[in-house]
């Protein structure tokens, strides 16, 4: 569905929740000044929205500041998505385990809107300053997991995601056009595997591969991410076996995972 398309369909829901996300985005509590430059929406427009989240916990505004912060009420909700809808609690021992064996940095994620969505993170023995952090959302065109998963999404779905996609040139080695992806997810569909090869960040490298259901449906990705300077390209390379396998034990679980039951007492 386009953005416009969207919008007309989701109303005010649609339009309240963007500016949830907007809030959000700032990263730290912010004022109504801040906001109405950039939430394209009328003054008196914003604050009824604004005040509806408030009223509802979804967002908290502190009286003295004069700011507004996500609420008490989205940590609840994200720790019931955390654990209803990631994979994070289904794959925390394939996690631990990878990790220690390899003294590398791991990754989960997940799709969310053509982005990701960094879920669960286990640092490596000597742990390096990067953007992937547990919550975080980063792009998919130029990360190693994201590539992994974007290779096995059906073509609809690879389409739609493919157009959310900024191409920015994050370092010399991005990929800054569709044409130039697409070429790529081929090769990784084929190996099984992805490499972000310096292609976010200068200095960082990782291989990646997806978790996929017994369908072929994509669930996630996990990735060992190291740096450049302590490893060389065939090394990261060795590691597409102990990567691959870890995605498929992760697929398992959760292809045979149930949520539990409620019992009537």
């Known amino acids: 569905m386009t953005g416009q398309g969207r919008e ?28 109405l430059p950039v939430a394209g929406l009328p003054k008196a427009t914003l604050y009824r929205f604004l005040q509806a989240l408030t009223h509802q916990d979804m967002l908290a505004y ?22 209803q809808s990631s994979l994070a609690p289904l794959a925390q021992e394939v996690l631990d385990r990878l990790a220690v064996d390899l003294g590398q940095t791991v990754h989960l994620a997940q799709l969310d809107n053509g982005a990701v969505l960094y879920v669960d993170k286990r640092n490596a023995k000597l742990p390096v300053e990067m953007f992937a952090q547990s919550g975080k959302v980063g792009p998919a065109y130029c990360t190693g997991v ?23 040139a994050h370092t010399p080695n991005s990929l800054t056009s569709a044409e130039a992806l697409r070429a790529e997810l081929v090769r990784i569909r084929e190996r099984g595997y992805a490499l972000d090869d310096e292609e976010h960040e200068t200095g960082i490298a990782c291989i990646a591969a997806p978790i996929l259901s017994g369908t072929g449906r994509v669930l996630g990705a996990i990735s060992v991410t190291t740096t450049t300077a302590t490893t060389s390209r065939a090394q990261l390379l060795a590691l597409a076996g102990p990567v691959t396998q870890a995605a498929a034990q992760i697929a398992a679980t959760a292809d045979t995972w149930r949520f539990p039951e409620h019992k009537q007492a």
């Not at 507004?68 to 609840?76: E, F, K, Q, S, T």
């Not at 290779?151 to 739609?160: I, M, N, W």
Request: zero cysteines; a positive charge; charged letters at 25%.
């Open 8 to 35: 007309t369909t989701d109303g005010t829901v649609g339009r309240t929740l963007a500016v949830l996300d907007l809030v959000a985005a700032f990263g730290r509590p912010v004022r109504f000044a801040e906001i």
């Open 62 to 83: 502190d009286d003295d500041r004069q700011t507004y912060a996500p609420g008490m009420r989205l940590v609840r909700l994200a720790h019931a998505a955390w654990a």
């Open 146 to 168: 994201g590539k992994a998963m974007l290779a096995h999404l059906p073509e609809d779905k690879l389409a739609a995601a493919l157009s959310r996609q900024s191409y920015h």
